[in-house]
């Protein structure tokens, strides 16, 4: 479990830079940079936040597709901390792992 730290404020499972979702998958199976990744788990907050009943969580599981990432063993995230970025995205595909690295 990572401790995440979410920029994406305008996805319907932030909650003060939070997840509330409880697990995320990272994508980027072909990445070579931050940019090339992507939270697949984003969803555009249309006016009503998720109404999920998990507490925003500061640790969190994440499954992860960037297998050329430095932090993923397994398809798993083993970062001690994750920054996603985003703001204002509109679509997973405007959203990026910060902490991606490069083997």
Request: glycine letters at 6%; proline letters at 1%.
């Amino acid at each position: 479990m990572a401790e995440l730290k979410c920029g994406v404020t305008n996805c319907t499972y932030n909650s003060d830079r939070c997840c509330c979702k409880g697990d995320i998958m990272v994508g980027g199976s072909n990445a070579h940079k931050e940019d090339d990744t992507c939270c697949e788990s984003f969803r555009e907050e249309n006016g009503n936040r998720a109404t999920n009943s998990m507490n925003p969580c500061r640790t969190i599981s994440i499954d992860c597709d960037a297998v050329k990432c430095i932090h993923n063993s397994n398809y798993k995230c083993h970062a001690e901390h994750v920054d996603i970025k985003g703001c204002g995205a509109c679509d997973c595909r405007e959203t990026s792992c910060a902490t991606f690295r490069e083997r």
